[in-house]
Structure formats: C-alpha cells, structure tokens
C-alpha cells in the first residue's frame, strides 16, 4: 500500500490551492511530455461504472480554432443578453483563452452512453459528473506541470459537435485552454473582476439534514 508523507499531502494542498481557472496564456509550447502526463492523469479518473466516457479532441488547426472562438464571442455576447442587469459586466469579463492557449483540447462524453447502465439507471448525468473529475485531474496535473488551464463552456454543443464532426450522441462538456501562463492569479478572476466571492466552508455544511432556518 502507497503511503504519503506529511510534506507529500502539502504538496497536494499546494497544488489544489494554486490551481486557477486561466484564461490569459503565453505564446509558448507545451511539452508533448507534459500534455501526455496531464491526459493519462484525466485518464486515470475515477467514472461511474467504469465507464470511461471521457475523450478527447486536440484542435490543432488554427482555422477550426478560429471558428469555435468565433462561436464562443458569439456565446458570450447572448449569455450578456441573458444576465439582465449585469449584461454589460458580463461582455466585459474575459471568459476564454482561445486564441492565445498553446493546446486546446475539446473534452465530450462518448457516443452510445445509454448503454451504460450501471450507476446511471436515476441518474444518467453520472456521465457528466465522471468527465468533470477527470478535467479536475488535467486542471491539477496542469498546474504541478506549471502550466495553466481554463475551462470553457460558453458554446452550444450542438453548433461545436457539427464543427469537431462528431456523432449526434456524443457531447462536448469543455474547451480546456492549456499551456504557460504569464502568472497564476492569486485569486479566482470572478472575485477579482467583483462577480462574486468565496461562501465561508462553514455555511455550507450542515448535520443529518438540510439546514434549518433560524438555527444557530
Ligand atoms: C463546469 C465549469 C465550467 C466553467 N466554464 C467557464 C467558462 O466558460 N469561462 C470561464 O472563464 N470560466 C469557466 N469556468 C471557471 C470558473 O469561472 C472558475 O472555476 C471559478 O470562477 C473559480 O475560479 P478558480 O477556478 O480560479 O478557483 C468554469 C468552471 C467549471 C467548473
């Protein structure tokens, strides 16, 4: 049995502490060592039933790239629309890392996914939930690696599964803008931007049940 170390389990705390969603990105390549390390941890994710429904799109032509940007702006200037009061905060936020990211790499669920039953027969969203642990792995081996990762979701998966020609099952949940980063924000950008701020641990854990109003 692996056991850690107490230096070892901080190092861990660091790199959970450290890691940011990133969205400005040097102009610099990844390791191809480095990306194969970040993609085998995403790999090594747990998945409901062992599903696995995890796969993986690297977009390496520049027009492709240029064309989901293109979809994502578009996506960010409806979501403005739809947030009311706060649209005009909402365009001026930078929300992507698009054209700057050395590695972009579309993350869906496979095709076929009601074939998997095990886990999902009340909850078929599992799928979904298996693919995020995966990502939070990349987002973490990333940033062991240096390098920073933002995830996109600003786009309709129908429109970028017709521009990546995948099945009409399969789904894209994220584009993972990955590689060197001028500097990690010390800070989530939304707290910084003033779009919201970290909820106190305590105010979101409660006992046996829900919490009740007006206990202590
Ligand atoms: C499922 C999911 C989707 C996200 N989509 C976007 C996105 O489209 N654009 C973006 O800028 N950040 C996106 N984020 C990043 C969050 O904004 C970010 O995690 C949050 O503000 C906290 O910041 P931190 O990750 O640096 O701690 C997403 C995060 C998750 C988990």
Redesign the pocket.
């Known amino acids: 049995m692996t056991t850690f170390s107490t230096a070892e389990r901080e190092v861990l705390h660091r790199v959970l502490r450290a ?5 400005h990105f040097l102009p610099e390549p990844v390791a191809p060592e480095a990306l194969r390390r970040i993609l085998e941890a995403a790999h090594s994710a747990p998945s409901v039933g062992y599903m696995q429904p995890w796969r993986f799109i690297r977009i390496t032509d520049m027009r492709l790239r240029a064309e989901l940007h293109d979809h ?1 702006a578009e996506e960010q200037r409806r979501t403005a629309e739809a947030c009311g009061a706060r649209a005009a905060e909402v365009q001026r ?4 890392g698009l054209r700057d990211c050395s590695e972009l790499i579309a993350v869906t669920l496979c095709d076929g996914r009601e074939r998997y039953v095990l886990g999902r027969r009340t909850m078929p969203e599992m799928d979904l939930c298996s693919a ?1 642990c995966a ?2 792995n990349m ?1 973490l081996a990333a940033r062991a690696e240096n390098l920073g990762m ?6 309709d998966p129908d429109v970028v599964g017709e521009l990546l020609q995948m099945p009409r099952d399969a789904r894209t ?2 584009l993972l803008c990955l590689g060197p980063v001028p500097a990690f ?1 010390t ?5 910084r931007a003033g ?2 701020c970290r909820r106190s641990l305590d105010t979101l854990i409660s006992e046996n049940h829900w919490p009740q109003e007006g206990a202590a």
């Open positions: 890691r940011r969603d990133m969205r994502v936020l930078k929300l992507e995020a990502i939070q987002w933002g995830w996109v979701s600003l786009f949940i994220a924000y800070e989530p950008m939304l707290e779009w919201d």
